[in-house]
């Protein structure tokens, strides 16, 4: 069954989420929170995305993201999340043992 399309629609406000596999901590010391944070610095420099909050918990993350143009969301949780999944890996010395996260992020249009 195909995926359904996201809405990716820019100019708009979306609650985005994403859990580790197996519901695990992913985050466990300072500097984890750290590394993850100078991730999105660097995806916000890139992609031009505003990050109106962010919260980091053990096992998930949640953002409220405000993509300028149409299609810069997805580019920019590919970004975070493939770049995270590399630091984690290459920091816990587990390249090449699959997923860090439980699947796709999730993403809900703020209407207000």
Excluded at 2 to 14: C, L, M
Excluded at 91 to 99: A, E, S
Aim: hydrophobic residues 35%; charged residues 25%; contains cysteine.
């Amino acid at each position: 069954m195909p995926r359904i399309p996201r809405v990716d629609v820019g100019g708009e406000i979306y609650h985005v989420i994403n859990r580790a596999n197996a519901r695990l901590p992913i985050f466990f010391q300072k500097e984890d929170y750290c590394l993850f944070e100078e991730i999105l610095k660097k995806a916000k420099d890139k992609y031009g995305m505003r990050i109106l909050a962010y919260c980091l918990m053990p096992n998930h993350f949640h953002l409220v993201l405000y993509p300028c143009k149409d299609g810069d969301l997805q580019k920019f949780m590919q970004w975070v999340t493939l770049t995270h999944t590399q630091c984690w890996h290459a920091k816990n010395r587990t390249v090449g043992t699959g997923h860090l996260y439980q699947g796709r992020y999730k993403s809900f249009l703020i209407e207000g």
